[in-house]
């Protein structure tokens, strides 16, 4: 399945006298970036012709803009992508655990980026890998791919404008009381020169909201986390914060390797919409086989 390259819209009757550059940006909601791009490389055709993009447009003009083509250059390599939705314009990727998404210093290879190409060449696709939203090495659940620029740009201003819902599943260590609950709590990094991340004053301003789904006599509790911001680690921190790390989590202090070892934390649902279709989208990853197990343990400890 290729990506979208190419955008057609027939000017109507309301349309008339409007010009050309006035109706590409306001039917296609491209950026202002990729509209730059266009022009330079001369991609918008009118009627199958090469315009002056400031000349008045006539009903039943056919506006055809092409993007432009480009490919990504990661090395391929045969590594689970488990796709949960694809179409034309995005790749939604249930993530394994023990993945990082995009090559690093310290992981050049073996990473998401490297089974996208992959997947590429099984489906005879070519596009840019372009990552929406960043999951954790030891993390699994939802991850988005633009297969385009107008996509990356649309989906990511959705996420600004806080328009995109995340939720997560997470085993916590403790009983938590509340059934429900709000952490505002801001972030950052207490020590430059480590990874962690810690609640600290000045930090970016941090939100997570929690529910109870289930509690475990043994002392574990099964929590859905709402995100209305994106920091790095935020809700491993801020379950670490209230005093319920998540399971598994070394950093953090929510380590027990008997049980699972990585921390149990699962993007399980996105809901937004499509960037191309303006249609309202959901999805769901379903809970991972090593979380479930810890969840199947759990219940039998209580028997």
Known sequence: MSSTNKFEYIVKEEDAGTPYKTLVRSRFTFSSRLMTKLKQNDLVFINGQSVKMYLPASPGDVITVMLPQEQSSFIPEPIPVCPVFEDSDL??????????????????????????????????????????????????????????????????????????????????????????????????RPD??????????????????????????????????????????????????IGHPVLGDELYGGENPWLIERQALHARFLAFRHPVTRQPMEVEAPLPPDMQAVLDKLKEAVR
Do not use: C
């Open 91 to 188: 790749l939604i990727l249930n993530k394994q655990p023990g993945y990082v998404v995009h090559p690093t210093k310290g992981h050049p290879l073996h990473t998401m980026a490297n089974g996208i190409a992959q997947y590429m060449l099984d489906t005879h696709q070519s596009f840019k890998i372009r990552f929406i939203n960043r999951l954790d090495m030891n993390t699994s659940g939802l991850l988005v791919v633009a297969k385009n620029s107008h996509s990356q740009d649309d989906f990511t201003k959705q996420m600004k404008a806080n328009q995109v819902t995340k939720r997560y599943v997470a085993i916590v260590r403790g009983l938590v009381k509340e059934d429900t609950g709000t952490i505002d709590a801001p972030l950052g």
């Open 192 to 241: 430059p020169e480590r990874v962690a991340r810690g609640v600290v004053e000045g930090g970016q301003p941090s939100v997570t909201h929690y529910k109870v789904l289930e509690r475990y006599e043994p002392g574990y509790t099964l929590v859905e986390l709402l995100l209305e911001t994106g920091r790095t680690h935020q809700i491993r921190v801020h379950m670490s914060h």
